[in-house]
């Protein structure tokens, strides 16, 4: 089953012609699923290879207007595109409390009714995601109004034993999202496959007298079966150890973690995409600014062991490296920057339309 | 003094590689005046010759997405941009009934905290502007919370003996808006520039005995002066006829026009922006849509007797005259369909980045 993730915008603060504003789709079994959606999002969809048809589920890291402005349009466009179907499932849409009112108040005032339904979930920030004099209650906006044309969403809180949100669960997949701190509070997203059954040990089946066929599925998708001589095999008993699924991390603006739950989520990640903002010689002002530079990224890379690092959300100082001019920053900076801080594992730095596919594991 | 047009969006709907969202600007004596600001203006204005940072006034026709999902992301730039300055003029705001709650909603939820002062200025429409029921009053939203950082703005009414709405009014020129009918109420803007005094007819003055020197400046600029031999001498008496200024209207979307307003204020024109959303072959479901096809257009344009009629605002299966595929419908043909109207007099289509001068009259 084939996954992969393509970026649609890698630029910090704005859109620009060279790095669109966040946006990123993870693609898997056809559907796609949309992280950040800044302004002129649709419109790098219509660029890229993608369906924006496709898109089932958006996931909003935090509520600055790079991650977000472009929501209100890009359901605009995908209503105009499509055709009045009843049974149509929603497109669900993960973001922090205020996402909904945002919204609701974009698409009521410029008298947008979308042909299909959405349900919008909100994800309540602890006050310890950003500097206390940041933070903003957004708890009662726009309670009484629900979105039309959508069932209710959850106003999903923290677990604080597993510190994590549960935000999907499916027979294949989880989704959780874990706490950033930033200027304003910013969420990291997991999806992770579940771990599918191991092969059938061929050997094993040929010792106990099964023989090819049926037996072989039931035994495969879980289900014990009764020989001939009334013994009972168990899938346990004729299978290799479950294939573990694969994990992609897509973290949000951040200068750290909050509690245990960034670290925990993203062990052992695939994928691991993390915002760079700055080079490391700027690591105080990107502090200052909730940002991460290189260095901070791979220093969670290394604690979680991440497989892949994938650097994003470059300042807009950074050109692409084929269209760097001579006062631009070297973007390629960045990558030596973070490979340093693990011993030279190779570091990714995402550019608008780049796909990464994350093999099955086997 | 130059005086030019440059379009940044041409597209209905929604912003295509190909066109952008609906948005022009107005440039004169170095200040630009922001027409709609669909989603992406920010990116076409970065990919122009124009500077952000010379908007000083922005006029939204109407809430409709494709018209002003741009503004709060244009705004956060152009402060990411700048340097706070106390003394900064505010940058006003002019849109329909609704476009503060909006941009109040969004700065707010975006933790937005402008560096320099805005002014929204809102024009109430009446009810004949839309269809019945398509028609909402946002009379009541936010009214109790002020845009942080701004003066407040007027809120305008139609002034019924003259059929429109005064915006502007300074020593050079006016701005008035006017009603348009469409799917929901939609407005058309007038810039006119106020007469220059008219030429010294030199003639006259060398029969009055005048020499030239600080005499002729005085009778210029409108003020009378006493001859030696106690005579005075009126402006009216050596100035040739006053020199009318230029008048450009760009409409918002529409299917017509409500009351005598529009062809009142748009008698003359230099320019008349109007839009030719679909060609005169889908006049009915152009009109169903509350839009114009270019016959609609060149109606009112020789109603009025503008001297240079532009559309734009094409249905993005119209792609550019030079990137039409195959499939695309041919852009040229609404240009011929308007022409056909006028007795031939030449109708420009407007294009992405397409700049026109309008010359100064003498």
Redesign the interface.
């Known amino acids: 089953m084939s996954l992969e993730i393509t970026f649609l915008g890698t630029g910090s ?5 060279s790095r669109g ?1 966040s946006a990123l789709v993870l693609r898997r079994e056809g559907q796609c699923w949309l992280f950040d959606c800044g ?2 999002t ?2 790098q969809l ?2 890229s290879h993608l369906r924006a048809g496709r898109i089932t589920k958006i996931f909003i890291t935090h ?4 991650h ?3 929501l ?2 890009l359901l ?2 995908l209503s ?1 595109q499509s055709n009045p179907d009843a049974s149509k499932a929603p497109v669900d849409i993960y973001g922090p409390l ?2 909904r ?2 919204l609701w ?2 698409l ?5 009714q979308l042909l299909f339904p959405i349900t919008v979930h909100e994800l309540v920030p602890t006050r310890d995601q950003c500097p206390a004099e ?1 933070f ?1 209650d ?1 708890s009662s ?1 726009d309670r009484g109004e629900e979105i039309p044309r959508g069932p209710p969403g959850r106003v999903l809180h923290l677990d604080p034993e597993e510190d994590s949100y549960l935000l999907v669960e499916e027979e294949q997949l989880v989704v959780r999202a874990f706490r950033l701190f930033h ?2 509070p910013s969420f990291g997203f997991v999806m992770e496959e579940k771990p599918r059954p191991g092969k059938l040990n061929v050997q094993k089946l040929k010792d106990l007298g099964i023989q090819p066929g049926p037996s072989y599925g039931k035994l495969k998708s879980g289900t014990a079966i009764v020989l001939e001589n009334g013994a009972t095999v168990s899938p346990w008993d004729v299978l290799e150890s479950p294939i573990p699924g694969r994990k992609i991390c897509v973290l949000g603006d951040c200068s750290g973690t909050v509690g245990s739950g960034a670290e925990r989520l993203c062990r052992g990640a695939d994928v691991l995409v993390h915002e760079a903002t700055l080079g490391d010689g700027q690591t105080d002002k990107a502090r200052q600014h909730g940002h991460s530079t290189p260095g901070t990224a791979a220093e969670l890379a290394r604690r979680c062991r991440a497989k892949r690092l994938v650097l994003t959300h470059f300042s807009q100082r950074y050109r692409p490296a084929g269209q760097a001019g001579d006062g631009d920053s070297d973007v390629t900076e960045l990558k030596r920057q973070a490979e340093a801080r693990l011993d030279g594992q190779e570091v990714t730095l995402a550019e608008d339309f780049m796909t990464i596919e994350i093999p099955m594991k086997r």
Chains 1, 2 share one sequence.
């Not at 603060?13 to 012609?17: D, E, F, V």
């Not at 509520?63 to 790079?66: E, F, K, R, S």
């Open positions: 603060a704005y859109p620009s012609p504003a302004e002129g649709q419109t219509m660029r509520l600055h207007g790079d977000f402005f472009g209100p349009g605009c466009t105009l205020g996402i009112s945002f108040r974009s009521e005032l410029s008298h947008s940041e903003k957004f906006l200027r304003v």
